[in-house]
C-alpha cells in the first residue's frame, strides 16, 4: 500500500512537471518580421523606489537582423539578446555600475493602444515600471 503511494505520488509530481513546462512559453529571438510592431525609437519612463528615470531606446534592423541600443543621455548601451514572450519585446543588456556589469533586463509590453515597460536589475533586486512612448 505504502509502495503503491509512493509509485501514485511520482506520477503525479511527473504530471505536474511536465504540465507545467508544457504550458510554459520560452523567449524566442526577435526577428524583422516579428518585432515590427517595436520597430523605432522609444522614450521609456519609469519609476523606482529611488524616484523616476527616463530612457531613450531605438530599435532598428541592420542586415537582417533587429538591433538596439539604450541611454540616458549621453552614448549608447548596445542591446546583446533581443527577444518576444508572448507580446512582449524583451530587451536584455549590461548596465555598468562603478566598474561592475549589472544585468538589466526591459520588457515592454503593449496594452490596448499604449506599451508598459518593466525594466529589471540584478535578477529583480531593483525593478523600475512606467510607459513606453513610441517617438512619432
Known amino acids: 500500500?505504502?509502495?503503491?503511494?509512493?509509485?501514485?505520488?511520482?506520477?503525479?509530481?511527473?504530471?505536474?512537471?511536465?504540465?507545467?513546462?508544457?504550458?510554459?512559453?520560452?523567449?524566442?529571438?526577435?526577428?524583422p518580421e516579428t518585432a515590427a510592431a517595436f520597430i523605432g525609437d522609444w522614450t521609456l519612463s519609469a519609476q523606482g523606489d529611488q524616484g523616476p528615470a527616463q530612457f531613450q531606446l531605438s530599435l532598428k534592423t541592420e542586415a537582417g537582423k533587429v538591433v538596439a541600443s539604450v541611454?540616458?543621455?549621453?552614448?549608447?548601451?548596445?542591446?546583446?539578446?533581443?527577444?518576444?514572450?508572448?507580446?512582449?519585446?524583451?530587451?536584455?543588456?549590461?548596465v555598468d555600475y562603478q566598474g561592475s556589469p549589472i544585468p538589466t533586463v526591459a520588457t515592454l509590453t503593449p496594452t490596448g493602444d499604449k506599451f508598459a515597460v518593466t525594466i529589471s536589475f540584478?535578477?529583480?533586486?531593483?525593478?523600475m515600471s512606467g510607459t513606453a512612448e513610441k517617438k512619432k
Open 1 to 31: 500500500m505504502i509502495r503503491t503511494l509512493a509509485l501514485l505520488s511520482l506520477v503525479l509530481v511527473g504530471l505536474v512537471a511536465t504540465t507545467s513546462s508544457a504550458s510554459a512559453q520560452a523567449p524566442v529571438p526577435a526577428t
Open 71 to 94: 541611454s540616458m543621455g549621453q552614448g549608447g548601451l548596445p542591446i546583446t539578446d533581443i527577444a518576444l514572450n508572448g507580446k512582449a519585446l524583451l530587451l536584455s543588456f549590461n
Open 122 to 127: 540584478a535578477g529583480g533586486a531593483y525593478t
